[in-house]
Structure formats: C-alpha cells, structure tokens
Nanobody, 130 residues
C-alpha cells in the first residue's frame, strides 16, 4: 500500500533549474525524515539531501556536491517532499530517488546513508544538456 512517486525531472540547460516532487501514499510522513538520492550511469548511488520531520535550519543535510545549489523542503499535509535544484551541472545528470528513513532516529535527518532508508520510488530522470 505504501508507494513513493517521484516526478519533475527533465532536460535542462546548464545552469537551469528543476523542482522534483516525491509524493507518498499509503503512509503519513509526520514522523519520518525523507531523503533524496541519485544514481548516474556507471556510478554508485549517492545521497543528495534529507529533511527531518520538522524542518528547520540544521534539520536538513546536503551532499557537498550540491550545497548552495539544491534546497529540500516538505509539505506534510500533502505527504510530499520537494527538491529544488538550481545551477544544474552536467554532473547532476542522474536518476533521482526519494526514500523514507526507517532507521532510528527515523524522524531526524542525521545522514545520507542509503541503507538507513527504504520504500524507494521508481525515480525521475534529470538530464543536463551539456
């Protein structure tokens, strides 16, 4: 019954922007952190960002490669998490996935280890046309 659906990907020029959405159904996100991950062809999946159940300041985390360019946010009422991506680069090209944090403390964004998340969506493709 639990399902995560990513959307918002597409083809953009270098320096362009996209906003990804992760809609969760069959589950309420009030008590769980959410993470965004990405995987490029031939590369290992990497953590991009995460947001705690209550997002303030340090309640988010970002990979060094996207700091200052990406912003994660959530709307618990809509069971949706967003990833605003600005100043896109060629190296941002990947399939982006969202996932629910299940490991304790599940409500906190304390890292970007994929093993601590689950219920992965199908992903959405982001391509920088460089």
């Amino acid at each position: 019954q639990l399902q995560l659906v990513e959307s918002g990907g597409g083809l953009v020029q270098p320096g362009g922007s996209l906003r990804l959405s992760c809609v969760v159904s069959g589950f309420t996100l009030d008590n769980n952190a959410i993470g965004w991950f990405r995987q490029a062809p031939g590369k290992e999946r990497e953590g991009v960002s995460c947001v705690s159940s209550v997002s303030r300041g340090t309640d988010t985390d970002y990979a060094d490669s996207v700091k200052g360019r990406f912003t994660i946010s959530r709307d618990n009422a809509k069971n949706t998490v967003y990833l605003q991506m600005n100043s896109l680069k060629h190296e941002d090209t990947a399939v982006y996935y969202c996932a629910v944090r299940w490991s304790w403390p599940a409500e906190r964004c304390v890292g970007l280890l994929g093993a601590e998340y689950g219920s992965w969506g199908q992903g959405t493709q982001v391509t920088d046309s460089s």
